[in-house]
C-alpha cells in the first residue's frame, strides 16, 4: 500500500550498516529512527479503513520526500515506520526527526475535509550498536517513552530506559499474580462532614503488598495496571470489594463508598453493565456508590474517547450511581469538563488545601472560596481534599465547604478499623 520497505528490508540494512560502522569505527555509527502515529485508531474508527490507508500513503510520501537514497525507510506495522541513517551523530538524527514531526503535523486533505494527526518519535542515536535486534529494541523503548509522555514529542534514548522497561516489566507479572495470591487490599479513607464531624462517605484506595512483604506504592503499580490493561480485572476485583463492604457501613449507618476509575475501564464497553452488575448482587443501593474521575484522565483522552466516556457516565448516573471529579482545579480544562460532564460531587486538589494556613494565604482562600462558591450554585457537593490541619478545617468551614477529606480526621484505614471509627463519638471541633 505504501510501497515501503518491511521490516525483514530494515532489519538486514541496519545490520549491513552496523558492520560498516564496525569495519569504519571513525564515522558516525547509524542512527535509527521510529515513529508511530498518535491515535491513528480513532481515524479509522471515526472515518473508517479507507481514509485511514488514504492516511498512511500520504505519510509514506511525506517521509519519502524527506529521505535521500542513502537512508532506509521502511513501515514495521499498521501504522508505525522506521528510519535508518546509515551515519549521523546525534544532532543530525534529531533534526531530521523534527523534520519528521513537522511533516506529520500538516494537515490532511482527505475525504473531502482537512485531518490532522500528530506522531512520536523514538531516536536512538550516537551509541555503539552491536546487532539489529539490539537497535530495534532500544529505539522502540525511546518511542514507547515519548508515547508514554504525553505523546506528539521525540524522545532519545539513554540506557535508563532498558532498567525502566525491565521494572515496568515485573511489576506488570507481579500484578498478574497479584490477585490470585490475594495481595491487592482495599483501604478507606473517611470523607467528614465539617459541620457535624460524623463521617459521609469513605473513599477505597487500592493497596499491593507482595509475597515478600514489601509494599509496591499505588503511583508505581497503577499506571503499569493501566498501561497493561490489567486495571481492568483489577478495578473488577476492587469494585466488588468496595461494594461489598460497604454494604454493611450503608445499611447500619447511611455513609456511602467512593471508587476510582481510570480512562482504560470506562472505555470497555462492558464498563456500566459491570457496575450495574456489581451494585445488584452487593445489594448495596445504587446511590451509595460515587465513580470518582479525575481530570487528568480526561486530558489523555481524544475527543471521541471523552464523549464516550460522557455517555457512560450520563448512563450509570441515571441509574442512580453518583459521579465525582476529582482533582479539580489542577487542569486547564477544568470548567469546561464541569459544564459537559454528568458530575455530582467536586473534589478539590490538595495542592489548594495547604496555602490556606500560610502567611500569604490571601489568592489560595480566594480560589478555594470561588471554588466552593460555584459547586454551591451548580447545586454540586464539595470535598476539600489533603486537610492535615484543624486550622484548615476552620477556614473551609467558614468559607461553606461541607466535606473534607485527609490526615486530620484520618489515614487511609483498613475494613476493620473503619468498622471501629464508625462506632465511635464523631470527629469534633474542626473550627
Same mark, same amino acid.
Given at each position: ?12 540494512? =541496519?545490520?549491513?550498516?552496523?558492520? *560498516? ?5 571513525? %564515522? ?6 521510529? =515513529?508511530? !502515529? ?15 490507508? *488514504?492516511? #498512511? ?5 511525506? #517521509?519519502?520526500?524527506?529521505?535521500? *537514497? ?21 544532532? $543530525? ?26 506522531? $512520536? ?7 555503539? =550498536? ?23 514529542? /521525540? ?9 525502566? %522497561? ?8 507481579? #500484578? ?53 490493561? !490489567? /486495571? ?15 454494604? %454493611? ?18 472505555? *470497555? ?21 460515587? =465513580? ?7 486530558? @489523555? ?60 494565604? %490571601? ?40 466535606? @473534607? ?27
Amino acid at each position: 500500500m505504501t510501497g515501503l520497505g518491511n521490516r525483514t528490508l530494515l532489519g538486514e540494512t =541496519l545490520q549491513g550498516a552496523i558492520a *560498516e560502522h564496525t569495519a569504519h569505527p571513525d %564515522r558516525p555509527a547509524p542512527a535509527l529512527l521510529l =515513529l508511530d !502515529l498518535d491515535a491513528f485508531k480513532d481515524v479509522n474508527d471515526t472515518y473508517g479503513h479507507p481514509v485511514g490507508d *488514504e492516511l #498512511l500513503t500520504v505519510v509514506a510520501r511525506r #517521509l519519502r520526500a524527506l529521505t535521500t *537514497e542513502s537512508q532506509t525507510l521502511a513501515r514495521l506495522s499498521g501504522d508505525e515506520f522506521a528510519l535508518l541513517l546509515p551515519a549521523a551523530d546525534l544532532g $543530525s538524527a534529531t533534526t531530521m526527526a523534527e523534520q519528521v514531526l513537522a511533516a506529520i503535523r500538516a494537515p490532511y486533505p482527505l475525504d473531502g475535509r482537512e485531518l490532522y494527526v500528530t506522531g $512520536s518519535v523514538g531516536v536512538l542515536a550516537g551509541n555503539e =550498536l552491536a546487532t539489529a535486534t539490539d537497535a530495534l529494541r532500544d529505539a522502540d523503548l525511546a518511542l514507547y517513552a515519548a508515547k508514554a509522555a504525553g505523546k506528539n514529542r /521525540i524522545t532519545l534514548f539513554d540506557h535508563t530506559l532498558r532498567a525502566e %522497561r525491565l521494572h515496568h516489566a515485573e511489576i506488570a507479572a507481579g #500484578l498478574r499474580q497479584a490477585l490470585a495470591r490475594d495481595e491487592l487490599t482495599l483501604n478507606y479513607q473517611p470523607v467528614v462532614d465539617l459541620t457535624t464531624g460524623a463521617i459521609h462517605a469513605v473513599e477505597a484506595l487500592l493497596r499491593w503488598t507482595p509475597t515478600d512483604g514489601r509494599p509496591v506504592p499505588p503511583d508505581v503499580f497503577i499506571p503499569v495496571a493501566e498501561d497493561t490493561g !490489567l /486495571i481492568v480485572d483489577i478495578g473488577r476485583w476492587a469494585l466488588e470489594r468496595a461494594c461489598a463492604d460497604a454494604k %454493611r457501613w450503608h445499611h447500619r449507618h447511611g455513609i456511602a463508598v467512593t471508587v476510582n476509575v481510570s480512562g482504560r475501564q470506562l472505555r *470497555e464497553r462492558t464498563f456500566r453493565d459491570t457496575v450495574l452488575e456489581v451494585l445488584t448482587r452487593s445489594q448495596l443501593p445504587r446511590n451509595a456508590l460515587t =465513580l470518582e474521575v479525575t481530570e487528568s484522565m480526561l486530558l @489523555a483522552t481524544t475527543p471521541d474517547e471523552t464523549q464516550r466516556i460522557t455517555d457512560v457516565l450520563a448512563d450509570l448516573r441515571a441509574h442512580g450511581v453518583r459521579i465525582a471529579l476529582d482533582d479539580f482545579g489542577t487542569g486547564y480544562s477544568s470548567l469546561s469538563y464541569l459544564r459537559t460532564l454528568p458530575v455530582d460531587i467536586l473534589k478539590i486538589d490538595r495542592s489548594f488545601t495547604a496555602p490556606l494556613t500560610n502567611t500569604d494565604h %490571601r489568592q489560595a482562600r480566594a480560589f478555594t472560596k470561588a471554588i466552593v462558591e460555584l459547586a454551591a450554585s451548580l447545586e454540586l457537593r464539595t470535598v476539600v481534599e489533603g486537610v492535615e490541619s484543624r486550622e484548615q478545617a476552620g477556614v473551609l468551614q467558614q468559607m461553606g465547604c461541607p466535606l @473534607a477529606q485527609g490526615y486530620l480526621f484520618s489515614p487511609p484505614a483498613t475494613a476493620t478499623q473503619i468498622d471501629d471509627l464508625l462506632q465511635v463519638t464523631p470527629w469534633q471541633q474542626a473550627a
